[in-house]
């Protein structure tokens, strides 16, 4: 009888899904870190935090994913067996309509709170873009006036500075959609598609600069690749008030506001948005915020459809290499502005509202580039097993080391090769290894390995400078918490 073959089994492939990625240990730790002080400082300003559903309805999330033309195909969804869709939230904003909808009779007007945690775009992943990342969103509900818009900026500029950005290395921009509004107004534009096209153009002053723009609203331009690309079709005389708008910024506020209220022109809702800058910029003055913190800027135009006044951006101005070697500035890091038509999808009735949200890996990614970042996780301290059938002795070290605030474990792999647990100890990153055979514990003794001191002197100390520190003691069993604490504090000041 001929033998049954067996079944090759299919085996799961090990690998994160396209777009996503796994974080360890230190880059866990340093974004905890920085999301406690940006906590803090919202905190400081009466926000309230807020965890609300990492899923809402398809319905819920409304239509308006940044940079999807058709956006239910942007969201992770899926379809329910009542036929109603669920999908994965996209951003903090659009979850916090939904809540200040369903409980704004039970919360205070105005709402202030701020929301920290992971959002999932289904869009094409590329070189630092993923598809789940985190954001931390502040925002105020039911407050109309521009001192709300004005308290996110100051905060925002407070936060920054908070988790390690100098003044001097970034600036908060602030515009209103009004005004470009104003401008679009008497432009005589056909149609949405034309409008948006303007829109779109206006969005690449920062990288294309005033004559790309020009171009780029006319006939067209090539771009640095050599492709030509076509234009919006606006006659000169019709693109000269979005020329005029884009350039209108001065050296201080006050030139900035009357050259926007030339580019403005008859316009109504542009002269009110001209306006609520002027009120925006006395209030932030008075507050101690100035031009080396917060400017008012034309350029800011934001790519949300459901901006209705004031907006802002943080940008970051110092320079980083980017993956070819040349010099540029960071950017952009936070955003936001005032929305008051969001609510009313729900309820039927305008309800004001603004907020930020920061892109907390783009953040952590420019401190690191400022090296205001920990780095290196520091891991526990190794109590090594010299004698299995002394386990208890081992657990009642750590637990001492515990009680006194320090990291520490005992080594649970195969005791029997002392070699491997030094090696588990320096993949563990650890700060000292704790070693007791049975010589040390029959004179009550324990030798302390410091790990940092070893690795450093054995990369730069001499021959005497080594006799001088050795890098392992030997010290009393009863001063163990006291020794291994010296140690590690002299580990971080090294």
């Not at 406690?36 to 899923?55: C, N």
């Not at 009680?403 to 029997?416: D, F, H, K, Q, T």
Request: charged share 30%.
């Amino acid at each position: 009888m001929a033998k049954e073959k067996k079944k090759k089994i299919r085996r799961p492939r090990a690998e994160t899904p396209k777009g996503f990625r796994d974080y360890f240990g230190a880059e866990v730790e340093e974004r905890a870190e920085m999301l406690r002080k940006i906590a803090g400082v919202y905190h400081t300003y009466g926000f309230d935090p807020l965890e609300s559903s990492a899923v809402e309805t398809v319905e819920a999330l409304g239509k308006f994913l940044p940079d999807v033309d058709r956006p239910n195909e942007g969201v992770f969804a899926w379809q329910e067996e009542d036929g109603g869709w669920l999908a994965l939230r996209y951003d903090l904003t659009a979850p916090l309509a939904r809540v200040y909808a369903q409980y704004r009779n039970d919360l205070p007007t105005p709402y202030r709170r701020y929301a920290m945690g992971p959002v999932w775009r289904n869009e094409k992943p590329g070189p630092g873009r993923f598809r789940q990342f985190y954001q931390c969103d502040a925002d105020t509900v039911g407050a109309p006036s521009v001192a709300a818009d004005a308290e996110i900026c100051a905060m925002l500029a407070d936060t920054l500075e908070v988790v390690g950005i100098p003044r001097g290395d970034y600036v908060v921009r602030i515009n209103n959609r009004k005004v470009l509004n104003g401008v679009l107004e008497g432009m005589g534009l056909e149609g949405d598609e034309q409008r948006d096209a303007v829109l779109r153009t206006i969005d690449k002053f920062d990288k294309v600069g005033e004559a790309g723009v020009r171009a780029l609203l006319g006939k067209g331009r090539l771009d640095a690749s050599g492709a030509y690309i076509d234009g919006v079709g606006l006659s000169d005389d019709q693109a000269a008030p979005v020329l005029a708008f884009l350039t209108s910024r001065a050296d201080d506020a006050g030139a900035t506001l009357a050259n926007l209220r030339a580019a403005v022109g008859q316009s109504v809702v542009g002269a009110e948005g001209v306006d609520e800058l002027e009120q925006i910029a006395a209030l932030l003055e008075a507050q101690g915020y100035g031009p080396d913190r917060i400017i008012v800027d034309p350029s800011v135009v934001r790519g949300l459809g459901y901006y209705t006044g004031p907006v802002f951006e943080a940008e970051l101005t110092f320079e980083i290499l980017d993956e070819k070697g040349r010099k540029r500035q960071f950017g952009s890091v936070a955003g936001g502005g005032r929305y008051d038509d969001l609510v009313k999808r729900f309820t039927g009735q305008a309800v004001p509202a603004t907020g930020v949200s920061i892109g907390v890996d783009r953040l952590l990614a420019a401190l690191r580039a400022k090296g205001r970042t920990k780095g290196v996780d520091v891991g526990p301290v190794v109590v090594t097993v010299m004698d299995r059938d002394r386990m208890a002795d081992y657990q009642a070290m750590v637990a001492e080391l515990r009680s006194a605030g320090i990291r520490a474990e005992v080594y649970l792999g195969n005791p029997r090769n002392f070699g491997n647990q030094m090696k588990y100890a320096d993949k563990r990153n650890s700060p000292v290894a704790v070693i007791e055979g049975e010589d040390e514990h029959g004179r009550g003794v324990v030798q302390l390995k410091d790990l940092a001191l070893g690795a450093r002197l054995a990369a730069e100390a001499t021959h005497e400078e080594w006799k001088a520190q050795p890098a392992q003691i030997e010290v009393a069993r009863a001063d163990l918490v006291d020794e291994v604490r010296r140690m590690i504090s002299r580990g971080a000041e090294g």
